[in-house]
């Protein structure tokens, strides 16, 4: 034992001797964080840079110009960074540097780290002198700042990359930067473990089949349902945060097909024993739209269970991108000659032009939940109204979606409004509760008929 710890002793002074003697031009950028002081590191901070899109270069000079730019933006880093910092080019166009940042007492993180280099910079690399590339360099960067800088270098560039990646504006043909924070890590490593949640909970069957009742608005009757989706067990999971995350990650299609899958069964072996149903309408996501497989997915499933039409209705969201181009169009008119009904959902809420319900693609507009609010008045009255009068124009049924009030319910009912959705009558509920409600209504109405 006395043996190892003098052979570690002799090591470490060893290594002690190297980093003192040694110039850290001529270290690595390794050697040269084990070589920095306590007080030398709380006045640095570490970047990891990356060209953007550099990918570009190389197909339309060739790999061998490419590298020849990476070695001419290299030199432009040393030159930038010459008695203040040290560079190296790690990987590909990724580039790690430590430059001088000490902290400015009552300047935000984000100003600190532009007043200090990263302007200077990145004008730097953008106005270069080089051939083909002059003011078409686009750069990314993540930066830990030094008070930041505590962790093992390996940690420290895991962490630099993440915040670079994670950066809102990394696609956008500009220069993008974020500034580690604990909290942002601490949130990015959350989402990734509530997504690997959700898709045990999928593999799991956790997911848990809810309805919300539509309500005839004069009849008072259920006449259909909208499926929504609850995790069994999860309360300490908000359903905006679980939808979030499935859609962030594409998740949100398995889930949907399978619930549709799910409902399908439900509607067919009602129908062969002779027991009530009504129709139910799907939410699609503007991330389902995206999948190539989406429209022959749900279509094959309808034939494989032989659902009538009738009893099986899409909602469409109106952020979803409507624009030439975006299929979402072409998939309602596809669905529509299929036979099954297509709705705007959330509609008011979004940027949806009015052209699409021009196109005669659409049976029903939800109004959102906005309109129904705010304390009811006269002018908001009048715009409802209106808003009703032209969606039946065009022959588009509307539904009300959200309203709780009585006051909504009794105005609603002197318009052309024809359904309800919302806590005044029904909140969401499981499929088999939701069953049990239509066939309490429909022995009650047999009642009443006697």
Same mark, same amino acid.
């Given at each position: ?5 003098? #052979? ?17 031009? &001529? ?35 060739? #790999? ?8 001419? *933006?290299?030199? $432009? ?45 990145? @004008? ?21 700042? =030094?008070?930041?800088?505590? &962790?093992?270098? &390996? ?96 998740? $949100? ?30 939410? /699609? ?26 009893? #099986? ?42 052209? #699409? ?12 939940? $906005?309109?129904?609010?705010?304390? *009811?008045?006269?002018?908001?009255? @009048?715009? $409802? ?9 065009? =022959? ?25 959705? =919302? ?23 047999? /009642?009443?008929?006697?």
């Amino acid at each position: 034992m006395i043996l190892e710890e003098f #052979v570690l002793f002799i090591r470490k002074e060893r290594e002690y001797i190297y980093m003192n003697t040694m110039s850290r031009k &001529d270290m690595t950028l390794r050697e040269v964080f084990s070589s920095f002081t306590e007080k030398e590191k709380s006045n640095m901070a570490f970047v990891e840079m990356n060209i953007k899109n550099f990918q570009y270069y190389n197909a339309r000079f060739g #790999v061998e110009h490419g590298n020849g730019i990476l070695d001419q *933006i290299y030199s $432009i880093l040393k030159k930038f960074l010459e008695g203040k910092g040290y560079v190296e080019r790690s990987f590909g166009d990724t580039f790690y540097f430590f430059i001088e940042c000490p902290e400015r007492e009552g300047m935000s993180a984000d100003a600190l780290v532009c007043n200090e280099f990263l302007v200077d910079l990145t @004008d730097a690399l953008f106005y270069n002198k080089l051939e083909g590339i002059h003011e078409t360099i686009f750069t990314s960067f993540g930066i830990i700042l =030094g008070k930041d800088i505590k &962790d093992s270098y &390996d940690e420290m560039l895991i962490k630099a990359g993440l915040m670079r990646k994670i950066c809102p504006e990394l696609k956008k043909r500009s220069y993008s930067f974020e500034v580690f924070t604990e909290e942002k890590y601490k949130k990015y490593l959350y989402r990734q473990q509530l997504m690997e949640q959700l898709t045990k909970a999928r593999i799991n069957d956790e997911f848990i089949v809810y309805a919300q009742p539509k309500v005839d608005l004069h009849t008072e009757k259920i006449i259909g349902g909208e499926i929504l989706l609850r995790w069994f067990g999860r309360e300490d999971v908000s359903l905006a945060e679980c939808f979030s995350v499935l859609n962030e990650y594409g998740e $949100i299609y398995t889930v949907d097909l399978t619930n549709f899958k799910k409902v399908c069964r439900y509607l067919k072996e009602g129908l062969e024993n002779g027991e009530i149903r009504v129709p139910m309408s799907f939410n /699609i996501p503007n991330i389902t739209i995206k999948d190539v497989d989406f429209k022959e997915d749900y279509l094959t499933i309808l034939e494989e269970f032989a659902i009538p039409k009738e009893y #099986v209705e899409f909602e469409f969201l109106e952020d979803l991108q409507f624009h030439v181009g975006s299929h979402v169009e072409e998939t309602m008119k596809d669905f529509k000659e299929a036979g099954i009904r297509c709705s705007i959902d959330d509609f008011g809420a979004g940027n949806m032009s009015f052209s #699409v319900l021009f196109k005669r693609n659409v049976d029903t507009v939800k109004l959102d939940r $906005i309109f129904f609010k705010e304390p *009811i008045t006269e002018q908001r009255k @009048d715009a $409802i109204r209106g808003l009703i009068d032209v969606v039946d124009t065009l =022959g588009i049924s509307v539904l009300a979606e959200g309203v709780e009030d009585q006051e909504y319910i009794d105005f609603l009912k002197t318009t052309k409004c024809k359904w309800v959705q =919302g806590y005044y009558y029904y909140k969401p509920m499981p499929l088999q509760q939701f069953q049990e409600l239509i066939e309490f209504q429909e022995r009650e109405e047999k /009642i009443s008929q006697k």
